[in-house]
């Protein structure tokens, strides 16, 4: 389990982290979303103790992360998987991490098994690894002491829609068996496909937490019709919201079913008609994103080549 | 969207049973990090140079020395010179690759206290230093010898035993000094920098200091470190050289260090 709370970060005059709290649940995967920039890597940093709070804490299994005796045991740690020598081969330094924590070196083989990395691969050195390769072989490095909580800062970036298939498997693996899992993407739909709970963060703060089923379930329903008008007018008068999209459509916070018997009762034909799932935190997560939006994409589609 | 995961995740399995992991023991973390020295092609290439040249210069002893020469300590002075320019360069890197190859970010999340990583770092140095050095001085010793017989001679051992040790304990210093430079500076070619500068720089500006300036002359043996690690190849170095060396090392050592650390403990790993 993952405690933080009330976590703040200033940089001078910029406040990177603003009293941020939320708990990372034992046998669940939480998603930590946000655009580039909104401070994700800063929390987690402050997490494991590499960067200090301005105020508030993080706990790790009740304890602060520093005061761990052996962390890699207890707390697998993956935030930058191009920081590695590139002059050392992926197997030595599986090795290091290894002989760090006290375990034997047969572990460093079930790990490159673990995440597919094959034997002339890992004797390869890093220098020569691909981004999906070292993601795989930052991965290895934190499941390697056999942890109960995973903290992974943009696991996914630079993996192929295969990889984020095998890293979803994984985690959802991890936190079966018990374990904690927080992971943290600038992409909704990589956090769809991995998390179960989500904590949204934009500028430091966070603007949005709940189940991944919470949090997509939407009150809202679209519907398109002959005379939108017409609709719009007997939706409003029936006590519901109404905004008309750019579109021609018409979105409402009534149910589809609502939206059908008033179409019915006030003979309205109805062309569309439909839930739209996720909306809201999709529309919460655009508008987010709205000044780094450029950025984004860009590196959406680094990460895509 | 994956609807799968719309549905309701099922309890949480009951976490694997505990117990606490054994602290990590500081002579575990001192042989990590003597492997990360030379776990490298730049640490290996370093170490496989200073031999390399520790052979050359024997050989050019050899080669191109009258016999009056042929003695130990002029082995030992030839062999030194690649050990005293390349020694202090393992030191520095083993400091500076955490932050210019970025691997902190792993270390110190393996080991949160950054004081203990560093204090395993500074042993790690220190071993290096005791174990390389006499290496160099037994390759000398065969250069003597080999240069004797070519010459005809008998060998000349004119070097003491507490010379050989204080030998060791110099070339001990210029790493500490390397280390020192790689914990305030924390960038690789930076620290090399640095170190060339007060190792090839400074003595001379130093030197001419005191040549001009009165007030410098008196404390100048005072304030030089270089200068006053000298001694350590006196055979009879006297109170006042000792405390000299003290002194000058707590202004360019000592103090320093402890700085270094401090900083290194507060800064930020990113
Ligand atoms: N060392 C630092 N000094 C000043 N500003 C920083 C520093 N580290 C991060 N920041 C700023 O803090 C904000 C959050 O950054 P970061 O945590 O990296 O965001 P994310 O990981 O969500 O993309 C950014 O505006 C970034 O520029
Ligand atoms: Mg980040």
């Known amino acids: 389990m993952i405690t933080v709370e009330s976590l703040t970060k200033r940089y001078g005059g910029l406040t990177a982290v603003d009293h941020v709290s939320f708990t990372a649940q034992p046998g669940r995967v939480t998603g930590f979303l946000g655009p580039n920039g909104a401070g994700k890597s800063t929390a987690m940093r402050v997490m494991v103790g590499l960067t200090e709070a301005t105020a508030g804490q993080a706990t790790i299994l ?43 070196t047969s572990r460093v083989d079930e790990m490159l098994a673990r995440v597919s ?26 499941l390697l002491g056999d942890p109960e909580v995973l903290i992974l800062d943009e696991p996914a970036n630079g993996l192929d829609p295969a990889g984020i298939r095998w890293m979803r498997d994984l985690l959802r693996d991890f936190a079966d068996a018990g374990g904690t899992v927080l992971l943290s993407s600038h992409l909704l739909h990589e956090i769809e496909a991995i998390a179960d709970d989500i904590v949204v963060i934009g500028q430091g703060r966070i603007v949005a937490e709940g189940t991944i089923a919470e949090l997509l379930a939407s009150a809202s329903t679209r519907v398109c019709a002959a005379d939108v008008t017409a609709l719009a007018t007997a939706l409003a008068a029936a ?7 750019p579109d021609g459509a018409v979105q409402t916070d009534a149910t589809p079913a609502a939206v059908g018997e008033l179409a019915l009762a006030a003979r309205i034909a109805l062309t569309e008609l439909r839930a739209s799932d996720g909306a809201r935190l999709e529309e919460m997560f655009l508008e987010l994103t709205a000044d780094t939006q450029r950025e984004s994409r860009l590196t959406d589609l680094e990460g895509a080549a | 969207m994956s609807t799968a995961l719309l549905t309701p995740t099922e309890a949480p399995a009951a976490p694997r049973p505990r117990t606490a992991p054994a ?27 200073i031999a390399a040249l520790a052979l050359v210069a ?41 932050w210019s190859q970025r691997t902190g970010l792993t270390s110190f999340t393996l080991v949160p206290r ?3 990583v560093l204090g395993a770092k500074l042993v790690a140095t220190v071993l290096v230093g005791v174990v390389v050095v006499p290496v160099m ?29 204080q030998n060791v304990a110099a070339f001990v210093l210029v790493m500490l000094i390397g280390f020192t430079l790689g914990v305030l500076i924390r960038n690789s070619p930076g620290a090399i ?28 043996l005072w304030v030089d470190f270089n200068m006053a690690s000298t001694v350590l190849y006196d055979e009879h170095p006297t109170g006042e050289q000792w405390a000299q060396l003290g002194v000058s090392g707590l202004i360019w050592l000592v103090i320093p260090l402890a700085l270094g650390l401090w900083l290194v403990r507060r800064s930020e790993v990113k």
Do not use: C
């Not at chain 1, 691909?130 to 490095?141: H, V």
């Not at chain 2, 080999?146 to 001679?153: M, P, R, S, V, W």
């Not at chain 2, 001379?204 to 300036?213: N, S």
């Open chain 2, 58 to 98: 024997t050989a050019a002893v050899i080669a191109f020395a009258p016999a009056e020469f042929i003695t130990f300590e002029s082995f030992a002075t030839a062999v030194g010179v690649p050990a005293g320019s390349l020694l202090p360069i393992v030191a520095i890197l083993a400091v500076t690759s955490e």
């Open chain 2, 23 to 49: 602290p990590i023991p500081f002579t575990r973390l001192v042989g990590v990090e003597l492997r990360k020295m030379f776990d490298t092609r730049s640490g290996r290439w370093l170490l496989i140079t």
């Open chain 2, 137 to 165: 001085l037994a390759i000398g010793s065969l250069g003597n010898l080999l240069g004797a017989a070519i010459h005809g001679i008998d060998p000349v051992w004119d070097t003491s035993a507490q010379i050989l040790a």
């Open chain 1, 62 to 104: 009740g304890r602060r992360y520093t005061d761990l005796p052996n962390p890699g045991r207890e707390v697998g740690v993956l935030l930058d998987a191009s920081a590695q020598h590139a002059g050392r081969t992926g197997r030595e330094i599986l090795t290091i991490a290894a002989k760090t924590m006290g375990l034997p």
């Open chain 2, 114 to 116: 950054r004081g203990r």
């Open chain 1, 117 to 142: 990395l094959t034997d002339t691969e890992a004797t390869r050195r890093v220098r020569n690894y691909s981004l999906g390769m070292r993601q795989r072989l930052g991965i290895a490095t934190a």
């Open chain 2, 193 to 220: 920098v640095a170190y060339f500068v007060y190792s090839l720089v400074l003595p001379g500006l130093l030197a001419a200091l005191a040549a001009f300036q009165e007030w410098f002359r008196d404390i100048h």
């Open chain 1, 239 to 245: 006590g519901h919201e109404v905004t008309l999209t």
